[in-house]
């Protein structure tokens, strides 16, 4: 063969500087990436009071939150041990399209159902169809973090991973922040522009992946990352002859480990390197109690916010998104602590981190306030802290597996952390919902006397005992009081269209009242009723407004409390594993005393 032609047939030799470019695409395309997941798993979040308004429950909606975190969870390691071995760049952009699209169907639940089932109960027909389709949005998001973990695995050595990781992992409050900060503006729009909005972009997102990302630096021409690193890295700090010596070491292994993964198969690697360490279960349940804070207050903050702590729903928006910024800082700093304070332990910074989290959740369990900043403060101490170990939890578990099953481990972590939406959806729900039993009945009783006084003839007890009426003058009384304050708080142009239509709100409203209202007494009068004075639907609609907001605080002290005992757990179960470390980390820390004992 002549020369030109074997140097036609020789790979092309791949630069330094070429690997240090497809390094920072990989870290920053997947980045970008997984803020798109955000953008279509995070949606239902402020859509749900709007969902609320229409008739879909707390207790549905938390259900819907549950079986979508669950079925995430249990995708994530699924799909973990699939990513291990396919290429991320089509796994994770067909990913986030299939979201995207469920995002789509969810948006346009209203039409579908009033196309399809015209004479259904509409909400309980949109619950369902969003429902379904969460569901289906909740297997395809763990299509999003598996091939992250593989690539930030492949394309950067152990002693990297925790600022690495850490640099990925401001995804997550990015993602979050900015899908709160769209979707405080588009909510003005409607509920179901939540989900359209993010979907939009989402699908641009799908495009940009499929171009940014690549499989692993082996099959693109680049020599594995650990000899990359020693021999770039290493050169700064053992010199030449070391780094060389460390490149041989390192290359051999990779060569018996290939060659043992071949003879053992996936199957035995998962054992040896997931089932079988006790540290990966521990890290297991530690996530789950993680997650408890974080899903608590992700989910559920704009809620919350707006029952318990008296914020308008926009600002309600704002805090959650400094609640994900300020645990981007959290993140960033996680990283360097693991990296370069503890030599790879990332399991003492994350006990650092769960001991503030836990003292700034006692303090916004106990300082029971209105203030805007003071929860603001208090919120995004708790984002600050609780994205440290969010982050790390991943790193420490896709490091002590090892590549092969790094995906895996991490994923099975992510199984359980999932698993935490069985009390932070439909738990939470079904507790903040049950501890409005007792308002709700102080409610029905005050506005029962609120009628009583005004009709000769009409008893308090027998209004509470027609329950199905008494409730449909309680929900018109309500509406009432909104439309009544919406107009009397307009401060525009009185004569402008945005004042009219208020106030045919209000007459609107006023008069489904005095029907339900009249048609009540009337039931219980046996001389009829010819009509209900303003003053007394102004005094219905106060007492049902006023019950309304002692309901909306019921139940959350206890969603509070439950943070902090989470927080001690999590705790707990670091101080576990404070020292455990990467193989790699081990074994350097192993020879730098060899050599330290050998010179003495």
Request: net charge neutral.
């Amino acid at each position: 063969m002549s020369s030109k032609a074997e140097a036609a047939s020789a790979p092309r030799v791949r630069t330094d500087r070429e690997y240090e470019y497809w390094r920072w695409r990989i870290l920053i395309g997947t980045m970008i990436g997984y803020i798109f997941f955000y953008f279509v798993r995070k949606s239902i979040t402020m859509a749900m009071p709007g969902l609320e308004s229409i008739g879909v429950t707390k207790t549905t909606l938390g259900l819907f939150l549950t079986i979508h975190g669950v079925l995430y969870g249990v995708a994530r390691f699924v799909n973990g041990v699939w990513s291990d071995r396919v290429n991320p760049r089509y796994f994770m952009s067909i990913g986030l399209f299939l979201a995207a699209m469920t995002n789509v169907f969810c948006g346009f639940s209203s039409d579908i159902a009033s196309a399809l089932f015209p004479d259904q109960n509409q909400a309980t027909v949109i619950a369902w169809i969003i429902g379904s389709f969460w569901i289906i949005n909740g297997w395809v998001q763990g299509m999003g973090f598996p091939p992250c973990a593989k690539s930030l695995m492949h394309w950067f050595a152990p002693h990297e991973h925790g600022i690495k990781f850490a640099t990925w992992n401001i995804s997550h409050s990015f993602g979050a922040g900015l899908v709160f900060l769209l979707n405080s503006f588009v909510v003005l729009l409607g509920w179901k522009f939540c989900f359209l909005v993010p979907a939009a972009l989402s699908l641009l997102g799908a495009i940009f992946l499929f171009w940014a990302l690549r499989d692993s630096p082996e099959k693109e021409g680049f020599e594995p990352v650990e000899t990359y690193y020693e021999r770039t890295r290493g050169l700064k700090k053992e010199g030449e002859a070391a780094a060389v010596a460390a490149c041989a070491q390192k290359a051999e292994e990779e060569s018996t480990e290939a060659v043992a993964e071949q003879e053992t198969g996936w199957w035995e690697d998962l054992c040896k390197n997931v089932f079988s360490n006790w540290a990966v279960w521990v890290l297991c349940l530690a996530n789950f109690f993680v997650y408890i804070v974080r899903f608590s207050i992700l989910d559920w903050a704009p809620t919350f916010l707006s029952q318990s702590k008296g914020l308008d729903l926009q600002s309600a928006g704002w805090a959650t998104a400094c609640y994900e910024v300020f645990g981007a800082f959290g993140i960033i700093l996680s990283g360097i602590l693991m990296d370069k304070v503890f030599n790879g332990r990332g399991a003492k910074a994350c006990f650092v981190y769960m001991l503030g989290c836990g003292l700034a959740s006692l303090a916004f369990w106990r300082l029971d306030s209105e203030s805007l900043m003071l929860n603001i403060l208090l919120l995004s101490m708790i984002g600050f802290f609780i994205y440290g170990p969010q982050c790390l939890i991943g790193c420490v578990a896709s490091t002590i597996a090892t590549k092969k099953s790094g995906a895996a481990s991490s994923g099975l972590t992510g199984l359980f952390g999932y698993l935490a939406t069985i009390v932070t959806g439909f738990g939470v729900g079904f507790i903040v919902d049950g501890a409005t039993a007792t308002p709700k009945a102080e409610r029905n009783q005050a506005v029962a006397l609120a009628i009583a006084d005004d009709f000769a003839g009409v008893e308090a007890s027998a209004l509470v005992e027609k329950r199905d009426d008494l409730k449909a003058v309680v929900s018109a009384a309500e509406s009432y009081a909104d439309a009544k304050r919406r107009d009397d708080g307009f401060s525009g142009d009185p004569l402008s269209e945005k004042k009219k239509e208020l106030s045919e709100k209000r007459i609107d409203k006023e008069s489904k009242l005095a029907e339900a209202l009249g048609s009540l007494v009337a039931s219980l009068r046996t001389d009829g009723l010819n009509n209900v004075s303003v003053a007394t639907l102004d005094k219905v609609a106060s007492t049902a407004y006023d019950g309304r907001a002692k309901i909306s605080k019921a139940g959350w002290p206890r969603i509070f409390g439950m943070l902090v005992i989470s927080s001690a757990a999590a705790l707990i179960l670091f101080a576990l594993i404070s020292n455990v470390a990467s193989p790699e980390v081990l074994a350097e820390e192993k020879r730098r005393k060899e050599e330290a004992a050998s010179k003495n």
